[in-house]
């Protein structure tokens, strides 16, 4: 069974970092594009950006570049979505998903990382 | 960036009755980069269709999406209890990927 199992939730202050994960199974990891989307509270999803796993390349929405870093380690099978100072604006939850082979839509996500930031 | 105009925000039915959402962009699309999601509370967002009419494993048959250019549909025949959620229409056709703000289907 294709899975992503994303990180627990997290509590963080203004300006601390973070780094979550979403780990993959059941199928190979460096065949399929990973994206990052979030949804704050009572919103619609917005994406984020995407990585392939097999050789890291990254490509970012401009409004997500520069706040946020996207990677891959294929040797655990995991893709992370990492801030170096979060903001209370940064609450929201993040989900990853797996972009298709055949098509572009997201076919299998995980259940999502809820991220608070408080002072 | 392309805009998806989802409508309407809300569909009030019953159980039985037929669903029409439309989901409008800004510029014309592909239409095989036109997906449609289901988000449930608490969950996360569930494929259902890609190419705009491409029905994801698992989907039952009552749901249905067409279109083409700038204007798709996503159509539910017959609402089931479990069908009633937001659905999310979304682009990959030009970066940024973009999604509608979503239609809430309420039971009436």
């Known amino acids: 069974e294709v899975q992503l199992v994303q990180s627990g939730a997290e509590v963080k202050k203004p300006g601390e970092s973070l780094k979550i994960s979403c780990k993959a199974s059941g199928y190979k990891f460096t065949t399929h594009w990973i994206a990052w989307v979030r949804q704050m509270p009572g919103k619609g999803p917005e994406y984020m950006g995407i990585i392939h796993p097999s050789d890291s390349d990254t490509k970012y929405n401009p409004s997500f570049q520069g706040q946020v870093a996207i990677s891959a380690d294929k040797s655990v099978n995991t893709a992370y979505l990492q801030w170096s100072s979060l903001s209370a604006s940064d609450t929201a939850t993040y989900y990853c998903?797996?972009?298709?082979?055949?098509?572009?839509?997201?076919?299998?996500w995980g259940q999502g990382t809820l991220v608070t930031v408080s002072s | 960036e392309i805009v998806l105009t989802q409508s309407p925000d809300t569909l009030s039915l019953s159980p039985g009755e037929r669903a029409t959402l439309s989901c409008r962009a800004s510029?014309?699309?592909?239409?095989?980069?036109l997906a449609w999601y289901q988000q449930k509370p608490g969950q996360a967002p569930r494929l259902l269709f890609y190419g705009a009419s491409s029905r994801a494993p698992g989907i039952p048959d009552r749901f249905s999406g067409s279109g083409s250019g700038t204007d798709f549909t996503l159509t539910i025949s017959r609402l089931e209890p479990e069908d009633f959620a937001v659905y999310y229409c979304?682009?990959?056709?030009?970066?940024?990927?973009?999604f509608g703000q979503g239609t809430k289907v309420e039971m009436k």
């Open positions: 510029q014309r699309i592909s239409s095989i980069y």
């Open positions: 998903a797996r972009r298709g082979a055949e098509h572009q839509a997201f076919d299998t």
């Open positions: 979304k682009q990959s056709d030009i970066s940024p990927r973009t």
